[in-house]
């Protein structure tokens, strides 16, 4: 089984970067495609980025676009989410979990890990 855990996260200022990870025991997820998710209080998991098994393609909620990067290591059975121009509004609990599928916006996993906050001060 994957088990998957989170971190990189803080607490920063408008504007400013963070890079999160999230590394895989268990197995590798060297097959799989994989995905960030974040979630509020009070509010549903949503899909924030994706990238192919292979690493050559990826995919990106239109709220991020443009200001976040997938991306991933293999070797070192790790994916990462560099933040820039960060905003009050993706602070969140960020996970990670393989994809259903390439172009689901479902995780494939049921079992998450713990997260990583994220706080963005104004």
């Known amino acids: 089984q994957v088990q998957l855990v989170e971190s990189g996260g803080g607490l920063v200022q408008a504007g400013g970067s963070l890079r999160l990870s999230c590394a895989a025991s268990?197995?590798?997820?060297?097959?799989?495609?994989m995905g960030w998710f974040r979630q509020v209080p009070g509010k549903e998991r949503e899909f924030v980025a994706g990238i192919l098994w292979t690493g050559g393609l990826t995919d990106y909620s239109d709220s991020v676009k443009g200001r976040f990067t997938i991306s991933r290591d293999n070797a070192k059975n790790t994916v990462y989410l560099q933040m820039s121009s960060l905003k009050p509004e993706d602070t969140a609990v960020y996970y990670c979990?393989?994809?259903?599928?390439?172009?689901?916006?479902?995780?494939?996993?049921?079992?998450w890990g713990q997260g990583t906050q994220v706080t963005v001060s104004s």
């Open positions: 979990n393989a994809l259903r599928s390439w172009g689901s916006h479902e995780a494939k996993f049921a079992s």
């Open positions: 268990g197995r590798t997820f060297s097959g799989y495609n």
